[in-house]
């Protein structure tokens, strides 16, 4: 059975870093990564990597996220560094491979006033 797991989201300040992490089970995931969907916005991307390593970030992450996995581990990481108020919204753990795509619950980051 294919579950992903999400954890890691939390307040935090402007300027801050965060960590979140993933863990996903039934497949060997050739893709894994994580969206985001602000409230009244549609979920976007917001980095993919590969098993061979390669990454895509959006343009609005690049130079402060950092997206790894950990294959002996089936883990997913997102480093958050020089987090903005426009990075508040919900994290979601993504995997696909050949034959399908997965998503995890979802993980909330929210800004602190």
């Known amino acids: 059975q294919v579950q992903l797991t999400e954890s890691g989201g939390g307040l935090v300040q402007p300027g801050e870093s965060l960590t979140l992490s993933c863990e996903t089970s039934?497949?060997?995931?050739?893709?894994k990564g994580w969206f985001r969907q602000a409230p009244g916005k549609q979920r976007e991307l917001v980095a993919t990597?590969?098993?061979?390593?390669?990454?895509i970030y959006a343009d609005s992450v690049k130079g402060r996220f950092i997206i790894s996995r950990d294959n002996t581990k089936n883990m997913v990481y997102l480093q958050m560094n020089s987090l903005k108020p426009a990075d508040q919204a919900i994290y979601y753990c993504?995997?696909?491979?050949?034959?399908?795509?997965?998503w995890g619950q979802g993980t909330q980051v929210t800004g602190s006033s």
């Open positions: 993504y995997a696909s491979d050949i034959s399908s795509a997965s």
């Open positions: 990597i590969r098993s061979g390593g390669f990454r």
């Open positions: 039934g497949s060997d995931f050739s893709i």
